[in-house]
């Protein structure tokens, strides 16, 4: 037996992660961080202290059994934490590179109270990468029901639901717009973040739960929700359509050549590939000097995309301060690392225009933060006589996106008055039989939350279908009123039971 | 669901032509007033073309498409019975209302005179007094007439250079109509935007209300890129989920026309890239071909 690790004996600093060098990834769409090799590994799994608490664990909006795996990273069983990975998480390989790990898991490791925190997340990659060149799948045996299971949308959300609905034995088809399925992952999130590959795996890993994946169908114009669960024979319905309807400035000139959405570059870049313009077909408007307004993790993809294409300057304008921003720190980080220059408390006012419906330059005011507001964070306010002028020729604004409207459009389902789906707090509609889950219920947030909405409302449709759930079985702790034995009421029987979770 | 497949191509002239396009899901959805986003191939763009017709029987719904670009001239090229499309995506947009107007005209011209047929059988089903203005550029360009014919109670056609019909823009023929009819409800016009503009400008004095289908660059279709926004008014809308049918005397057309011209530089050297392909392809063919060619 191992002696028991402490804070002091454990390697003190957090294990770096190779990197391509700033100014030579500024110029390419390679991934930029290159992941952790087997040393790199188990050396810092050695600095999880596998604490009694486990506050990762509850950090972690699906709940990763984390010192579980790293554990098993530790004693080198590498196909032993994956397994435990993939008990929660669908995707490793994907949160891994875009969770926010500094807000969740790693924010309340134990190790961070003292020293740096464990790098969960690196670690995830690790045993997620690892699965994808060993081909490794979890793919249980599935016994098929008769019940057939329709998810609109292909992102991270559709994606988890699909998964838990097939292991459960269901017939599912995920239906998708685009002609590619992956969501943002796919349009939104660049290569050099999160690699085509991986998103590729994760896909193939849902076709071998048996997974059908219908692309080019929008649903609610080609068939509608009430036509799935009507004529189409769906027994259910998961409806985890992003919200991507991207808000414009809202300012003089904001409608010039030259000023576009950080949604619409990023598809033209990353799904339609105009990097390699002309070879494939879409363009993409290359500017010299690039303004990109915002300063979430949309706004820092946007601004590397755009020195990537061989921007010269590229300048990220935010009302708040760099405190407030809301990317992942590691983002803003190699924002920083790669030259764009960041203006904070700084707001656009209008797009100026060159003559001859282009855009000429950028005027701004500057900001103070003065009281906080409904979200906790301090309400900038602009200084007066601060106006100033500076040149671009192509502003990108990233200031968040709203509800798409074609769900509203062409379904009954009941929305909020921001537009986002009206959900209970089992993820069901107001229609029987749909749920849903992701950034069209709670508006933009991040990959992980979306994925754990998906197996959210997964378990509830297995309810309501009237499935036994593996995830929810023998509890002990339960009062025996209504769990007589430790087993959910409704888990006793196969009988449909048409009602939410109580 | 549907592999795209082609099953009938028809050339209206040089420049026009029509595919038919298997794909019985979306001939059951769509509605006059809808369009689909197309991909040719996968290295492709993604352009939005209207429906210009579906048959619900057969399972297809129609395209006419101008050779225009770098994409509808290769897919002039490449496009023929049996081969298929890479991507076909919709019905998209809000199908155009339809009015209880009682005496309407259905103005197409250009690339709008298929996607404005739908549109006319419809009121003509609806027992509207449907008047029919069609413009082309001259005699030899002229498409359609008899399928016109059998939906429209009038049908005007107009040449810019008089060698068939009257000679004249479509606003020439909308004057002639007003003229002989002062109880028209709606004028609905489908074409490029410096003719939509010329046919609200028509209208405007006599307070006609006229519904045009903007066409804006697009990529997604679905409301996420922000690519094919329009001004309304004084709002912003999006053409692709909000439209692309408009209150033509809101519409502003001159920022219609100025985005459109957002990738001009862009598009010839797409072009350009693919002539010179083509030419590439066609001297490789040539030597293959000769005499001797392709021996050595
Ligand atoms: C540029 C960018 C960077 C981001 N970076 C991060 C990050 O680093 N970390 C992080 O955690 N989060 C990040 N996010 C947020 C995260 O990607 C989203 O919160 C998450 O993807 C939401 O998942 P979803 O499944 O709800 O929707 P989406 O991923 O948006 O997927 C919805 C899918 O549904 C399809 N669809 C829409 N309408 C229809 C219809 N009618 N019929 C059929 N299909 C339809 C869409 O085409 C899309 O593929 C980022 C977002 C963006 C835009
Ligand atoms: S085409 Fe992208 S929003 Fe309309």
């Not at chain 1, 190790?111 to 990468?129: Q, T, W």
């Not at chain 1, 979200?375 to 996106?401: H, K, L, M, Q």
């Not at chain 2, 103005?107 to 413009?135: T, W």
């Amino acid at each position: 037996m191992a002696k028991k690790k402490t804070i002091r004996t454990i390697p003190q600093e957090r294990t770096p992660m190779l990197e391509q060098a700033a100014a030579a990834r500024a110029k390419n769409f390679q991934e930029v961080a290159c992941g952790y090799r087997l040393e790199d590994a188990l050396r810092e799994a050695e600095r999880c202290l596998l604490c009694p608490d486990r506050p990762c664990v509850a950090g972690c909006p699906v709940g990763i059994d984390i010192p579980g795996f790293i554990e098993k990273i530790g004693r080198k069983d590498l196909r032993a934490a994956y397994d435990t990975l993939t008990d929660t998480n669908l995707l490793p390989a994907v949160c891994g590179r875009v969770c926010p790990q500094e807000n969740q898991c790693e924010g309340v490791c134990t190790v961070g109270e003292s020293l740096e925190s464990v790098a969960i997340g690196r670690l995830e990659r690790f045993v997620g990468d690892t699965a994808i060149k060993e081909g490794w799948a979890n793919i249980p045996y599935i016994e098929p029901n008769r019940y057939r299971v329709g998810i609109v949308g292909s992102g991270p959300a559709g994606m988890a639901c699909a998964a838990d609905m097939a292991k459960a034995g269901c017939d599912v088809t995920v239906y998708e717009a685009f002609h590619v399925p992956g969501g943002v992952l796919r349009y939104g999130i660049p290569d050099f973040r999160l690699p085509n590959e991986v998103i590729d795996a994760e896909i193939e890993n849902l076709k071998k739960l048996g997974v059908k994946f219908e692309c080019n169908t929008l649903v609610g114009r080609l068939f509608t929700i009430e036509q799935m669960i009507g004529e189409m024979g769906c027994d259910a319905v998961f409806v985890g359509v992003g919200a991507g309807y991207p808000t414009g400035l809202g300012i003089p000139g904001d409608s010039l050549n030259g000023v576009l959405s950080a949604n619409e570059l990023l598809t033209r870049c990353n799904l339609m590939r105009a990097k390699e313009f002309p070879n494939f077909d879409t363009p993409v408007p290359l500017g010299r000097r690039v303004a990109v307004v915002g300063a979430g993790n949309t706004a820092m993809d946007a601004m590397r995309v755009c020195l990537r294409l061989g921007a010269e300057k590229v300048y990220c304008i935010y009302r708040r301060s760099r405190k407030e921003a809301p990317a992942r720190l590691e983002e803003v980080h190699h924002a920083e690392e790669e030259g764009i220059e960041f203006n904070w408390l700084t707001n656009p006012v209008a797009v100026l225009d060159d003559g001859s419906g282009g855009v000429r330059g950028l005027r701004c005011v500057r900001m103070v933060l003065g009281e906080p507001d409904d979200s906790g964070r301090r309400r900038p306010v602009p200084i007066g006589g601060s106006e100033f002028d500076f040149e671009c020729d192509v502003v990108v604004y990233a200031i968040g996106t709203n509800a798409n409207p074609i769900m509203g459009q062409t379904s009954r389902l009941r929305l909020n008055k921001w537009g986002y789906i009206d959900t209970d707090d089992d993820l069901a509609t107001s229609v029987a039989g749909v749920f849903a889950g992701g950034d069209i219920v709670t508006g933009a947030a991040t990959v992980i939350e979306a994925m754990g909405a998906g197996r959210k409302a997964a378990r509830s449709m297995k309810v309501y279908l009237g499935l036994r759930d593996p995830c929810l079985p023998y509890r002990v702790d339960a009062d025996a009123g209504d769990r007589p034995f430790g087993i959910d009421r409704r888990e006793r029987n196969f009988v449909r039971v048409r009602m939410a979770e109580t | 669901m549907s592999n795209f497949e082609i099953v009938t191509r028809e050339d209206f002239s040089e420049v026009t032509y029509l595919l038919e396009v298997r794909h019985p899901l979306m001939a059951r959805a769509a509605r006059p007033g809808q369009f689909v986003i197309v991909m040719l191939h996968e290295a492709g763009e993604r352009i939005p073309l209207t429906i210009a017709d579906f048959d619900r029987e057969a399972g297809t719904i129609t395209l006419v498409v101008q050779a225009v670009g770098k994409t509808t001239r290769e897919m002039q090229q490449a496009c023929r019975r049996g081969t298929h499309l890479h991507a076909l995506v919709g019905p998209m947009g809000v199908p155009s209302t339809t009015t209880h107007a009682k005496k309407v005209v259905c103005v197409g011209g250009g690339l709008g005179v298929a996607p404005i047929y739908p549109q006319a059988r419809a009121l003509k089903e609806s027992d509207a007094y449907v008047i029919g203005v069609i413009g082309f550029r001259n005699k030899d360009l002229v498409f359609w007439e008899e399928k016109f014919k059998a939906i429209c109670d009038e049908l005007i056609i107009c040449t810019d250079d008089g060698s068939a019909g009257i000679k004249g823009l479509v606003t020439e023929g909308i004057k002639q109509a007003v003229a002989r009819h002062s109880d028209i409800d709606e004028v609905i016009a489908i074409g490029p935007p410096i003719m939509m503009k010329g046919c609200a400008d028509t209208t405007r004095p006599f307070g006609i209300r006229t519904m045009v289908s903007l066409n804006p660059l697009m990529v997604d279709g679905t409301g996420m890129c922000g690519g094919c926004r329009v001004k309304i008014g004084e709002e912003v809308k999006f053409a692709c989920v909000d439209g692309p049918d408009f209150d033509g005397h809101k519409v502003d057309f001159d920022d219609l026309m100025r985005r459109l011209k957002r990738f001009t530089k862009e598009e010839r050297m797409a072009l350009e890239h693919w002539e010179k392909g083509c030419r590439l392809q066609q001297q490789i063919d040539a030597t293959a071909a000769s005499p001797g060619g392709g021996s050595e």
